[in-house]
C-alpha cells in the first residue's frame, strides 16, 4: 500500500468516525503549524505545557460553572 493509499484510508476512517474532524483538518492555519516547528523544542514544550495547563483551568472552570 502506498502512502497516499494509505492517507487516504486513514481520512476515509477518521471521516466515518467524525466528519467535523475532517473539516477541521481542512482549516488548519500550515504556516502555525511551520512555525511551530521552527521553534526549539523546549520552547514548544513549554508552550504545549502552558496550553495544557490553561486547558486545565478552563475544564475546572467549566466544572463549578455546571454546578451552580
Do not use: F, H, K
Not at 497516499?4 to 481542512?26: K, T
Not at 520552547?43 to 495547563?53: C, I, K, N, S, V
Amino acid at each position: 500500500m502506498t502512502a497516499r493509499e494509505q492517507y487516504d484510508s486513514l481520512r476515509d476512517g477518521l471521516r466515518a468516525l467524525d466528519p467535523l474532524l475532517i473539516e477541521a483538518l481542512a482549516d488548519v492555519d500550515r504556516t502555525l503549524i511551520r512555525s511551530y516547528l521552527a521553534m526549539d523544542p523546549w520552547e514548544r514544550l513549554r508552550l504545549g505545557a502552558r496550553a495544557a495547563e490553561e486547558l486545565a483551568e478552563l475544564a475546572a472552570c467549566r466544572r463549578l460553572a455546571s454546578n451552580r
